[in-house]
């Protein structure tokens, strides 16, 4: 009796001590394993429906709990996140056995459960609901396939939180900005593989929230994005950036009606770029390492590359050139490919917003730091530009709606300052090369006086008999370059001007030349009624342009490198543009045509070399040290360094009157 007395001792004093609770603990989970057994034996589990309903009954169960009970509940320390993932895992589960939708998708419409989760998010309790409900939006437009926005369960939804999003953001600015942009990217994602979803998104202002505050019809999405677009963040400015492309380029011309009388998205995006231009640099240094690399074409691609803000690394005047630049490459990418009412009311509000009300004072004024400044930014804008309404009104806005701001840019290639006259000959070099109609009319076409006497076929034999001429200009005994870079210079020639003849493709008649429609313009035309009898052998090309390039030509021994370079430069593309007129009037021997004053120019070359001991071997030594830094330049060193400008420069232009005479150039254009 001895052990069983002592077996119930110890039973008895199990009770009283707290020692074998595991095994208590232990003895209810084997009783709790053996219960499941059972029950997966006897009672079927539950199907996916089931679980997609008790997912979505825990979500509701949890808000009601944050409403009743506990106001301070956040959404991250709730089972709410699981739960949303675990539907969209059901339904991604379901789409691959399902080609139409399954019973989860449809009790998802029919149980109308888009239209709760966002009536939730925007009362954002518990705390983060709203994030939690941009998100689950976005895995179910992203990860399912099938066609869900025509459902009125969906797009009628999806339209709310766009709206309520927008509401809450003018609130609390930044709160879900991540989660926002994600979810509209990946609408637009919906809307790039077919546009026509756009037109659900489209509707009066009775059918939307806050109807009192919406116009008789109402597209938003443009404008949410384009109040992302100013985030700090790179990321969400980037994307929410792609997403307004894609909805400013929809075809669609009643999303496209939509957009300008309902939103002020145009004049907006013009406002922005004027606000990015004034935080540019007041200064524009040429030598500064930050700006050298920005006059390069290849701008357009680091702006691309380059997050909006940039990286915090660069200096801040990098940073505000990068953004600028982005802004208006936006613009132009938009302007280029959007439907023609967004294009053309994009391209007004620029023109007005940013053109007359930002450009024009600042080209007004007198300082010379402002002045070159504001020069090279504008021939950064002709270089970026490609839209060809943009081109037109920036043409328009710099040389034909003030006779006097043509003016005065004019006299500034020929200002007493070599960084003003370096600044405002970028401007016209980024206005031609553009190729754009409107530029050559103005600058150059619109003043030629055609003759008929002065307009000869082009002929091979008397190209030939011209390139000789203009390469003589430079004595053989002064010329220090390589003689094979003359057919490097004919290949150019030839592949510029089939750019130009693909370009003039779209042009109409040179005479009669107009803008397009949506950028209207006070045309004055060639000038009118005969030339006088003393006029027909002289000034066959008035253009007050190139009597002032050709007048620095003249000086090119006494001015900077940098300035005949470009000087060179601009001629050469005038003397490229595809017009028989202006190329007879240029070679001719008048004393105000191009290569007449190339020969004189050349005369003095002659003349002011043999007054220098060893000049050709002072030359090469030149020629040799413009691989080197740059020296304080001396009168020898600058007459040196424009004998090779000008060498250079006749190639050019010998290799340019032989291709221009090359009828083969015609072919495969």
């Not at 009125?152 to 509401?167: A, D, F, K, T």
């Not at 992302?228 to 999303?255: D, F, K, Y």
């Amino acid at each position: 009796t001895r052990p069983c007395s002592s077996l119930g001792q110890r039973e008895q004093d199990s009770w009283t001590t707290a020692a074998p609770v595991p095994r208590t603990a232990a003895m209810f989970s084997r009783f709790g394993n053996f219960v499941s057994a059972i029950q997966s034996v006897l009672v079927p589990s539950r199907t996916p429906l089931d679980e997609f309903k008790h997912a979505w009954q825990s979500v509701t169960d949890f808000v009601m709990l944050a409403n009743t009970e506990d106001r301070e509940l956040i959404v991250e320390n709730t089972d709410i996140p699981l739960h949303l993932t675990a539907m969209i895992e059901l339904l991604e589960e379901e789409e691959k056995d399902h080609e139409n939708a399954g019973p989860c998708m449809e009790h998802l419409l029919r149980a109308n459960i888009l239209k709760t989760a966002v009536s939730l998010g925007n009362g954002d309790y518990p705390a983060g609901m709203m994030k939690a409900v941009l998100q689950f939006c976005t895995r179910l437009l992203a990860n399912i396939v099938q066609p869900l926005l025509p459902h009125v369960g969906v797009h009628g939804p999806i339209q709310s939180l766009i709206y309520w999003s927008w509401m809450r953001r003018r609130s609390k600015p930044g709160a879900e900005d991540l989660e926002l942009v994600n979810f509209l990217c990946a609408l637009c994602g919906k809307l790039v593989d077919d546009p026509s979803l756009a037109t659900f998104f489209v509707r009066s202002g009775a059918e939307a929230p806050a109807a009192k505050e919406q116009t008789a019809m109402q597209f938003i999405l443009p404008a949410v994005l384009l109040s992302l677009c100013s985030n700090s963040n790179s990321t969400i400015s980037e994307r929410a950036r792609e997403g307004l492309v894609v909805c400013m380029t929809l075809q669609l011309p009643h999303v496209a009606q939509a957009i300008i009388d309902d939103t002020n998205v145009c004049d907006s995006m013009a406002v922005r770029l004027g606000e990015y231009f004034k935080a540019l640099p007041n200064r524009w240094s040429a030598a500064s390492p930050s700006f050298m690399h920005l006059v390069g074409p290849w701008l357009v691609q680091k702006a691309d590359e380059q997050a909006v803000e940039g990286p915090a690394s660069m200096p801040e005047d990098v940073q505000c050139m990068i953004r600028f630049m982005a802004w208006l490459q936006l613009c132009d990418q938009i302007v280029t490919n959007a439907n023609p009412l967004v294009s053309s009311s994009l391209s007004l509000a620029i023109a007005d917003k940013f053109f007359n009300d930002v450009l024009g004072p600042l080209l007004a004024q007198p300082q010379e730091d402002a002045v070159v400044a504001i020069s090279n930014y504008i021939a950064l804008c002709f270089v970026q530009v490609t839209a060809s309404s943009l081109q037109q009104a920036l043409v328009r806005f710099c040389f034909d709606t003030d006779p006097e701001r043509l003016g005065a840019l004019i006299n500034r290639c020929d200002d007493m300052s070599d960084d003003v006259s370096l600044a405002a000959l970028r401007l016209f070099s980024g206005a031609l090369r553009t190729r754009s109609e409107y530029a050559c009319e103005v600058l150059v076409l619109r003043h030629l006086h055609a003759h008929e006497d002065l307009v000869p076929a082009p002929d091979p034999a008397n190209a030939t008999i011209l390139a000789d001429k203009i390469l003589a200009t430079v004595p053989a005994e002064l010329r220090t370059a390589d003689p094979t870079t003359y057919r490097m210079y004919i290949t150019a020639s030839h592949q510029e001007m089939r750019e130009w003849m693909r370009a003039t493709r779209r042009w109409t008649k040179h005479a009669t030349s107009r803008p397009p429609p949506e950028v209207p313009l006070p045309w004055t035309g060639a000038p009118a009624g005969p030339v006088p009898a003393a006029e027909v052998h002289r000034h066959t090309c008035a253009a007050p342009l190139l009597a002032v390039l050709l007048r620095r030509l003249r000086r090119a021994f006494d001015q900077p490198r940098a300035i005949n370079l470009i000087l060179t430069a601009l001629l050469a593309m005038i003397f490229e543009i595809p017009n028989t007129t202006l190329h007879v009037s240029l070679a001719s021997e008048q004393p105000d045509s191009l290569v007449s004053s190339l020969i004189l120019t050349g005369q003095d070359v002659v003349t002011k070399a043999s007054r220098i001991g060893n000049v050709a071997d002072k030359l090469r030594a030149a020629r040799v040290e413009l691989n080197d830094p740059p020296k304080a330049a001396t009168p020898l060193s600058k007459f040196l360094r424009a004998v090779i400008v000008l060498e250079e420069f006749t190639k050019e232009l010998g290799a340019i009157a032989l291709v221009w005479a090359n009828p083969t150039l015609m072919l495969d254009i």
